[in-house]
């Protein structure tokens, strides 16, 4: 497994990308546990924006986070984060991670009190720049990419009033960045997503 780390800077925001983070032979495991809480702790679309489908936060159930396999995954992304603290001047013995979750677009049909209407109401309403938000008083964000249809499906941040930083989503890549900027995930078309999802891990940190 060869491991790339790259780091830019853009209008004082550190944006840390690292490749090939979790080791192959996991990755399909990885990919079922990842659907398996994803379906079994979804979030109702009035509790999410839909797209994209969202798990519950997962570090307060105590199945998933005694996992081996999410221990695992958690134990190297928190490697990452310590990296980014270096790099942005971050105490790190200042922060912990407080939460995260799971989210996946695939196809418009899933379980839940909504309609198939109601869902592709939703998805009509949906774009890119329309689904800006930012996670306040959280200083530090991942996204890791799971499985992604193409890399140009991946996460723009926003910088200020006219420029925009864009980051590529790779499948086992992840991107570490200040989530307080307003951010939004690149979907693909569900006509794509449908056979191939595209499917995240989502983490932030708080001050402890």
């Not at 840390?16 to 809480?37: C, G, Q, R, T």
């Not at 199945?63 to 221990?71: G, K, N, P, T």
């Not at 998805?123 to 193409?150: A, E, R």
Request: proline residues 5%; glycine residues 2%.
């Amino acid at each position: 497994m060869s491991k790339t780390i790259q780091v830019k800077k853009h209008e004082g925001s550190y944006f840390y990308k690292a490749f090939d983070v979790m080791p192959e032979e996991i990755i399909n495991e990885l990919h079922e546990s990842s659907v398996h809480w994803l379906e079994s702790t979804r979030k109702t679309i009035k509790e999410e924006v839909y797209p994209p489908e969202a798990s519950s936060e997962l570090l307060s159930i105590s199945d998933f986070v005694s996992s081996d396999l999410w221990q695992k995954f958690y134990s190297e992304i928190k490697k990452h984060i310590a990296k980014y603290c270096t790099v942005a001047e971050i105490d790190l013995s200042t922060i912990r991670i407080h939460s995260s979750w799971i989210t996946r677009i695939a196809d418009i049909e899933f379980p839940g009190t909504h309609t198939k209407e109601d869902l592709r109401k939703r998805l009509q309403q949906h774009n890119t720049f329309g689904n800006m938000h930012s996670h306040k008083d959280n200083p530090i964000g991942m996204v890791y990419y799971l499985k992604n249809p193409d890399p140009k499906y991946g996460t723009i941040v926003k910088l200020s009033e006219n420029k925009v930083f864009q980051n590529d989503g790779e499948e086992n890549s992840l991107m570490i960045f200040d989530p307080q900027l307003y951010h939004t995930a690149i979907y693909p078309p569900i006509e794509i997503s449908k056979d191939y999802p595209r499917i995240t891990i989502v983490a932030d940190c708080a001050y402890i």
